[in-house]
């Protein structure tokens, strides 16, 4: 069979033709037209992005394992191998396909993709799936330091597990699954899943590093209700432009995969943040976020 490689003019007509943009990454996978900044150390500080030739050539050559690297023969294969099954898998104009109801092709059951007791579990499937991708990552000593770390302006009580920032400009970090904490759940300045609040219009920046060995995880804002089902993004959307992180790859010997979500926290109300990835939420993955109209 004839399998063709496409050139880097060619990986950006694709993406550009299917709405792809031209600032996309792996890594860190988040929404809705507004790539968020991804951090390059455990500071939080803007790093530099994966283009969206290197995002979508990682792709398909992690595709090109399992599929062969062709895109001829039609079917689910060539469709998962094209920008439409990137789009789908990543989340890049909206919600993951797989968060929101949508089942991976059968050819992808059978490939060995799946791995050892990953079938039934997308977080572990995804998690080793791009456990490889390009993009930031700290190590695991970094991680622990900023999951400990009190955030600039935040007011903590550690009884009640609230952190209240009065300031505008909002930077914290949430590392999921931390080491020594309990599985699926955020460590934020110290605590599990804190209560947190903001003022009306902050500039809110949150940091998340996957700490899991054998899980994604992501990130998201969202207006939903505080119960949740298993796929909570069937029901929820991100409540602010920029307010989603979608997953984060298992780490590796070079580090524990992190990106930034950033949003203006625009309209007052309770809000939740979560983990997208199904399951996770509704196990506790999540905690409250409230935008308070009063500074």
């Not at 496409?6 to 929404?31: D, H, R, S, Y």
């Not at 992690?62 to 062709?70: A, D, E, T």
């Not at 207006?223 to 993004?233: A, C, E, K, Q, V």
Request: charged share 10%; glycine share 14%; net charge positive.
């Amino acid at each position: 069979m004839m399998r063709r490689q496409i050139k880097t003019p060619a990986i950006a007509a694709a993406l550009a033709a299917a709405g792809l943009g031209t600032a996309v990454f792996i890594t860190a996978c988040g929404t809705s037209g507004q790539t968020p900044g991804i951090a390059a150390s455990a500071s939080a500080t803007a790093g530099t992005r994966a283009s969206a030739q290197d995002s979508y050539s990682y792709y398909r050559s992690m595709m090109g394992r399992y599929f062969g690297g062709s895109m001829m023969g039609g079917g689910a294969r060539s469709w998962m191998m094209s920008p439409a099954g990137y789009r789908w898998m990543t989340g890049l104009n909206g919600v993951p396909g797989w968060m929101r109801g949508g089942h991976f092709p059968a050819v992808m059951m059978g490939s060995g993709m799946m791995g050892t007791g990953t079938s039934a579990d997308p977080g572990k499937f995804m998690g080793r799936l791009w456990a490889g991708a390009p993009g930031p990552r700290v190590t695991p000593a970094q991680a622990a330091g900023v999951g400990n770390q009190i955030p600039p302006g935040a007011h903590i009580n550690r009884a009640a597990r609230v952190i209240i920032f009065t300031t505008r400009s909002v930077h914290l970090a949430a590392v999921a699954s931390p080491a020594g904490g309990a599985d699926e759940t955020f460590r934020i300045a110290g605590m599990v899943n804190p209560k947190i609040t903001v003022p009306a219009a902050a500039q809110v920046s949150i940091q998340v590093i996957n700490a899991d060995p054998d899980t994604a995880h992501g990130l998201v804002i969202t207006s939903g209700p505080g119960r949740f089902p298993w796929m909570p993004m069937m029901t929820s959307r991100p409540a602010f432009t920029g307010a989603a992180l979608w997953f984060l790859g298992n780490p590796t010997a070079a580090g524990m995969h992190t990106g930034t979500l950033t949003f203006t926290a625009a309209t007052p109300g309770i809000y939740h943040y979560l983990c997208p990835v199904p399951g996770h939420a509704q196990k506790g993955m999540t905690g409250l976020f409230t935008v308070s109209n009063t500074s």
